[in-house]
């Protein structure tokens, strides 16, 4: 186990630049998610990591040990791909040996490491299979296998999950989380999928267009983002974004959205005062309803005008329209029923509401 | 359930003409040379109006195999399959190279990949006249270590009468068990690792008794010829296996690179954080997969050295003893002697060994197909 260092690291393809300067330490035994719409540079990073892609500028290190010129046999990484990358002429069993092979151990500790991943899996009855004659979460489970069998320093994963379904990709989403509670390797797992960055990180790392937006726990990252990117992109429904002005009101500030008030905490954003423009952030799960508005202040409350309503079982999604004129996301428990054009009470609670300063987009606390 | 037979005889209808054209012309002719390889059609009034033809059953086989003055095609048949071999090894070791070589992306691989892939474009024809000017004894290649002043080579290419690997046509039968014996062995060895009991069981119990048999048994078996007849690999025969190789090693290169291609980077990328180094990404990853594609270059391989024929004629001429091959001794045979019946005979044996490599082939691929 170790911890990953990522220095000024800038990846170029010819006159392209794709990472620009990223800095990171990943602790070691942390579980680092790097998320980010496509395009944003997080698979290439974890190339970078991996040594399959070299570098432009910066510098990566393992350990203590600087690894810009070390090649992927000798960093003690492994990795699990997107498309698991399973050896499909060899069995199970020689898949996840295979690394083992190639460093020339004894067939007995081959095997000895071979048979644990096996039983940890829960992969021993298909040891002798072929990969084509598995399902695909168990070939997922043949690709963690392979990478615990080396105990490597770092524990790199690319999209596992995207090829399963919904139900199978929670299921191994747990399973994973276990095998870092057990292993305690550092992790460095890619997804583009923020609720799997929510679920497995000890720290979330989110790129767009090459940059980090934010490096933070995932109450962090979702309950004080630092930008709108980072507020819309975590969490979802995504947070609403509304865009006001600061009035001062009897010697108290609120952003004023037409005939919307929404009144900023005191010692929040000091630099916001009267006339300053500036966006209201509000998380959709911060608007209440039914006996819940009974438990915030009276002046967080308000009445809005369902237009659409989406049950799901566990929570309803709702769009409701405040004041006539500002459009809305709530999401609320699921035993309360709203039915389109009906007007109902709602609650915000304004003590998470996040500013942003409209012109670079930054939070403002 | 009536609409489903009424499509059956729709399909059926539409393959009618192809099957009776096939069984005509494929299988109706091939019976035909069977028929023909056992009867005595040849020799004077071969060529007649209603030529007499007498059914003798094998004597033409017998004849070829252990007759005393067929041992020019007894020859061939083993030039034959030293050539095959030895074709097979050189085309798809070298081709199998090259691909690795230009799967490592160099500069210019679209351009290299069309040099390595053009001599597949000539005829054997030409390039047979190229090569036997290349071979000449006193130019070409002989003389190309004069150019740093060496003295010239002197091996005869084409027309060496040297011959290595030696063995007494008397003793056919005790080599038949010997390479049974190899092949059981190399079968079991093979699948030793899979399923040990049917390996012991099937194969290599089989293959050590048959050896035993032959070595133990070697003065009990019947001697195929009543005198000592020797044959080998004929060093002449090198010169066309060169041309051969040259020219097909392109088209091996061309498929292992499509192939290889074809292996997902992903697959390469794990192997190689998973230690592998370059060469053992091919030794145990890429050419392992590629095994379909080795066994099609076999099966193709195999059946073009059998059937070769214009090379041959274009190096080294029709009837040079040394360079015989089975084909050109049936065209010769045939059109040259008018012996029309051992002929047959011939091109029956040369289809009973292309079959005994494309049958396999053709059912292990079939029970593939209906096992997916």
């Not at chain 1, 990566?60 to 698991?84: C, E, H, L, T, W």
């Not at chain 1, 929510?198 to 979330?204: E, F, K, P, S, V």
């Not at chain 1, 409701?320 to 007007?343: C, K, M, W």
């Not at chain 2, 030696?166 to 049974?180: D, H």
Request: proline share 4%.
């Amino acid at each position: 186990m170790a911890n990953v260092e990522i220095k000024k690291v800038v990846k170029k393809y010819g006159p392209v630049e794709v990472i620009h300067g990223v800095d990171l330490s990943v602790h070691e035994n942390e579980f680092i998610v790097l998320v980010g719409p496509s395009g944003c540079g997080k698979s290439t990073l974890l190339r970078m990591v991996a040594g399959l892609e070299t570098l432009s500028g910066g510098e990566i290190s393992i350990g203590d040990r600087v690894v810009n010129n070390v090649s992927p046999k000798d960093r003690n990484v492994a990795m699990v791909f997107q498309n698991y990358a399973l050896y499909p002429h060899m069995t199970v069993r020689e898949n996840m040996g295979f690394s083992l092979k190639m460093r020339k151990k004894s067939k007995e500790e081959q095997n000895e490491r071979v048979m644990e991943a096996a039983r940890i899996l829960e992969l021993e009855p298909y040891l002798e299979r072929k990969p084509s004659e598995l399902s695909g979460g168990q070939r997922q489970r043949v690709a963690m296998g392979r990478a615990m069998v080396r105990k490597p320093d770092v524990f790199l994963f690319d999209e596992p999950l995207s090829n399963l379904d919904a139900q199978l990709r929670t299921q191994m989403r747990m399973e994973l989380r276990k095998m870092h509670m057990r292993l305690k390797t550092t992790t460095i797992y890619v997804t583009h999928d923020q609720i799997e960055a929510m679920t497995l990180a000890d720290r979330i790392v989110i790129l767009k267009d090459g940059y980090i937006q934010q490096v933070g726990t995932p109450i962090e990252v979702f309950e004080k983002p630092n930008n709108v990117f980072v507020a819309k992109f975590i969490g979802n429904p995504p947070m609403n974004i509304l865009e006001g002005v600061c009035n001062v009101i009897d010697g108290k500030r609120f952003v004023v959205i037409g005939k919307t008030r929404f009144p900023i905490q005191d010692g929040v954003a000091a630099e916001i005062v009267d006339g300053s423009p500036v966006l209201a952030g509000i998380r959709p799960d911060s608007i209440k309803m039914g006996q819940n508005v009974e438990r915030l202040p009276k002046d967080w409350w308000c009445h809005g005008e369902v237009v659409v309503s989406e049950i799901l079982g566990a929570h309803s999604l709702l769009e409701i329209i405040i004041d006539g004129e500002n459009d809305l996301l709530a999401e609320v428990e699921g035993r309360i029923v709203a039915h389109p054009g009906e007007t109902v009470r709602i609650g915000f609670e304004f003590d998470r509401m996040v500013l942003f300063d409209p012109e670079t987009k930054m939070a403002l606390y | 359930m009536r609409e489903a037979s009424r499509d059956r005889l729709k399909a059926f209808l539409t393959l009618l003409p192809s099957i009776i054209l096939i069984g005509i012309f494929v299988y109706g002719f091939i019976g035909n040379t069977v028929w023909i390889s056992m009867t005595d059609w040849g020799g004077d009034g071969a060529l007649a109006l209603e030529p007499t033809m007498n059914f003798v059953g094998l004597a033409n086989y017998s004849d070829l195999f252990t007759g005393f003055l067929s041992s020019g095609f007894r020859q061939d048949l083993v030039n034959a399959v030293y050539y095959s071999i030895m074709l097979l090894v050189g085309a798809i070791g070298l081709g199998m190279f090259i691909a690795i070589l230009l799967d490592q992306k160099p500069k210019g691989e679209d351009i290299l990949r069309t040099i390595f892939l053009y001599p597949m474009a000539l005829s054997f024809i030409v390039s047979g006249t190229i090569w036997r000017w290349l071979l000449a004894p006193q130019g070409g290649v002989n003389v190309l270590p004069t150019y740093v002043g060496l003295p010239p080579l002197t091996f005869q290419w084409t027309s060496s009468t040297k011959a290595i690997l030696e063995f007494n046509w008397q003793n056919l039968i005790q080599i038949f068990l010997y390479i049974a014996s190899f092949a059981l062995i190399l079968v079991g060895l093979w699948i030793l690792k899979n399923n040990q009991k049917r390996a012991v069981k099937y194969w290599l119990g089989p293959g050590i008794i048959v050896g035993l048999i032959a070595w133990f048994g070697g003065g009990l078996f019947p001697e195929a010829l009543f005198m000592e007849e020797t044959h080998g690999f004929n060093l002449a025969t090198l010169g066309i296996i060169m041309a051969t190789i040259w020219q097909y090693s392109g088209y091996t290169m061309a498929l292992y690179l499509a192939g290889f291609h074809g292996i997902s980077q992903d697959l390469r990328d794990a192997a190689m954080l998973d230690g592998a180094s370059n060469a053992s990404y091919y030794r145990h990853v890429a050419i392992p997969m590629l095994k379909p594609i080795t066994i099609s270059a076999v099966i193709i391989l195999s059946h073009i050295s059998l059937k070769m024929f214009d090379l041959i004629f274009a190096m080294t001429g029709p009837d040079n003893a040394q360079t015989g091959h089975p084909a050109l001794n049936m065209y010769m045979t045939t059109f040259r002697a008018n012996d029309f019946a051992r002929g047959a005979a011939i091109a029956i044996v040369l289809f009973m060994v292309a079959a005994m490599f494309i049958v396999p082939y053709v059912v292990s691929q079939y029970r593939q197909r209906t096992k997916g």
